[in-house]
Nanobody, 127 residues
Framework: QVELVESGGGLVQAGGSLRLACVAS????????MGWFRQAPGKEREFVAA????????YYSDSVKGRFTISRDNGKNTVYLQMNSLKAEDTAVYYC????????????????????WGQGTQVTVSS
């Protein structure tokens, strides 16, 4: 059983920045892919970003590419999401996810490729 705990959410003005963190415990963090998803009110959960177990490859949705950066520190069992140039449409609950390393790049974008989820952290961007 793996536990994922997110932090770093909050209220920020449009154009501002936030850094989310997710600390994992309960299994070998460095062996697993990590991802961030988000869910806005009335909308389905959507992929934001993912990173391979090694950190060698990262994946982003088109809506955040160039503004968000995912990274991981395997020594601290932590994955980060640096969010810059935030927009009102980035407002959502952000969830950290962990899963076995997928077979193909396309799998990193899939909700069902991840088997463990955090409780989420609220990000609100005021315009």
């Amino acid at each position: 059983q793996v536990e994922l705990v997110e932090s770093g959410g909050g209220l920020v003005q449009a154009g501002g920045s936030l850094r989310l963190a997710c600390v994992a415990s309960g299994r070998a963090f460095s062996s697993y892919a990590m991802g961030w998803f988000r869910q806005a009110p009335g909308k389905e959960r959507e992929f934001v970003a993912a990173i391979r177990w090694s950190g060698a490859m990262t994946y982003y949705s088109d809506s955040v590419k160039g503004r968000f950066t995912i990274s991981r520190d395997n020594g601290k069992n932590t994955v980060y999401l640096q969010m810059n140039s935030l927009k009102a449409e980035d407002t959502a609950v952000y969830y950290c996810a962990s899963g076995p390393s997928p077979w193909s790049d396309s799998d990193y974008y899939r909700f069902d490729a991840y088997d463990s989820w955090g409780q989420g952290t609220q990000v609100t961007v005021s315009s």
